[in-house]
Every structure is written in C-alpha cells, then in structure tokens.
C-alpha cells in the first residue's frame, strides 16, 4: 500500500493509497521542526484506529512545497516503513509533463501534481483552482502541459491581514452570509460579506479573464477544502475534485513503477 504524503504550508495530508483509491487520509499542522520520530508516534496510532499497521506500508511518496519539512518526511519512510520513498518532482518520481513556463523550477509539488491529475481525470483545457494557504489557478492545456496561472492570497490569509490591521474588527468564520443582502447591518455581517463574496467576485473575475484569454472552451476543476462551499453558492466551477493533489502523488508512483 502506497502512502502519499502532501506537504503544504499550512497543512500535512498523510494518506494511504491501494489500486489508485484512498483508504484513510490524515492531516496535521505543517511544522519543518517535526521530527520523524514525532510523525511515527503520531502516525502509528491512527494507523491502528483504521485498522492498519506499519507493514501494510510498502512504498512512500513525497510532495512538498516546503523544503525544510523534506528531510525528515524521508527520515519518516526510511526509518519507520523501512522504503525509500520518492520525492514528487525529482529522479524516478520526474513530472513527466511539459511545465511550459519561464521558470519551470519554480512550479510548486502541488500544482505540478494538480496538473497530473486533472488532465489524467478530464479532457481539454482546464483551470484547476486549488484552495490553500494561497489560492492558485493553473491552466493545463489538452496536452496536458501546465501553461501557468495565477497566485493570489488564501481567503483565511486575506482575512487574518484584515483583523491584524484593524484593531476593532472581530475575528469572523469563513462562511457564507446569512442574509441575500450585500449590504450589511452590523460590523460582523459586512465583514462576512466582504470576505465571502469579495472573495467569490476575485475568482470570478479571474476565472473569466482566463477564459477569455484561452479562447476555448475550458472546464473549471476545484479543489481544497473551501471548494465545497464556494460551490455551494456559485456556478464557476464544473468539478469538485477533492483529493487532486493526493491523486496526484498516486497517479505519479504508479507511472515511476511502471517505468522501472
């Protein structure tokens, strides 16, 4: 059984993969002091609590937009599961799509694996909008190859500068209005709509831009946490797909096995 490990800036999703489908998924604080023997201890019991053990373990895989969290994720497999694991980006593990880019280095684990996925999932050209500690939109043409996109702040960062800035404004859950107005009553509610639907209006606005400047029709994949409720109060996107990234690493192990 694979485990796939996606390391982003604020969270870690750890999850087990058997024939391309996920069995268990668990996610914990990003952390680059984490040891590996922090991680086992941590990852050992909630094996046990689905069920699973060590030993069911028999490859690892790696993406990480976090370089300090890299080393010892590969201590972790080593170590622990006794298997050196892959590293998304890198040697046997290599993206194997065309990152059409100025500065293909620079293309992220995740929206590299995005990339994979979709296209693997989906024909034509698409956006994929992924929900992070930033929020990015990524073309992948219908070859496959990752044209590039756009980087904008997270909406839990957009709000974080908002409260920090603002000495009287109260800290607000990300979630949709409860009134249809857009003009608000209270300092919570205008907050609350500032945030939703500013933050619906920019994805929007930037998702027809690109669309327009494709020229083609273009399916809109999301994926991350907040992709379900966006899409709860908007028709930009066509697909949910909330496991893109992990689908990704899996996607990426079975190629570099069968190269092998």
Do not use: C
């Amino acid at each position: 059984m694979l485990l796939a490990i996606d390391a982003g800036n604020t969270n870690l999703v750890f999850a087990l993969v058997e024939d391309g489908v996920i069995r268990a998924r668990w996610r914990i604080a990003t952390d680059p002091r984490r040891t590996a023997d922090q991680y086992a201890v941590w990852l050992h019991q909630l094996l046990e609590l689905e069920g699973f053990t060590r030993a069911d373990v028999d490859a690892v895989i790696i993406g990480t937009v976090v370089p300090r969290a890299l080393h010892n994720l590969e201590v972790l497999a080593t170590k622990y599961f006794g298997v050196e694991p892959l590293v998304a980006g890198q040697g046997e593990a290599d993206w194997g799509i065309e990152l059409d880019v100025v500065e293909p280095r620079s293309v992220g684990a995740d929206r590299a694996l995005n990339a994979i996925a979709a296209h693997a999932l989906h024909e034509g050209d698409l956006i994929v909008v992924d929900f992070g500690t930033a929020t990015t939109f990524d073309l992948i043409d219908y070859d496959g190859a990752y044209k590039g996109g756009i980087i904008a702040p997270g909406i839990n960062l957009s709000l974080d500068a908002l409260v920090s800035a603002a000495a009287k404004l109260p800290r607000i859950a990300i979630e949709a209005p409860t009134e249809r107005s857009v003009i608000g009553r209270t300092t919570e509610d205008q907050m609350h709509i500032g945030i939703f639907w500013g933050y619906v209006a920019m994805m929007e606005g930037l998702i027809e831009r690109m669309k327009a400047e494709v020229g083609r029709p273009v399916k809109v994949v999301a994926t991350g946490g907040l992709a379900v409720l966006f899409d709860q109060h908007s028709e930009m996107f066509d697909v949910i797909e909330p496991d893109l990234t992990i689908q990704g690493l899996a996607m990426l192990h079975a190629r570099s096995v069968q190269a092998d």
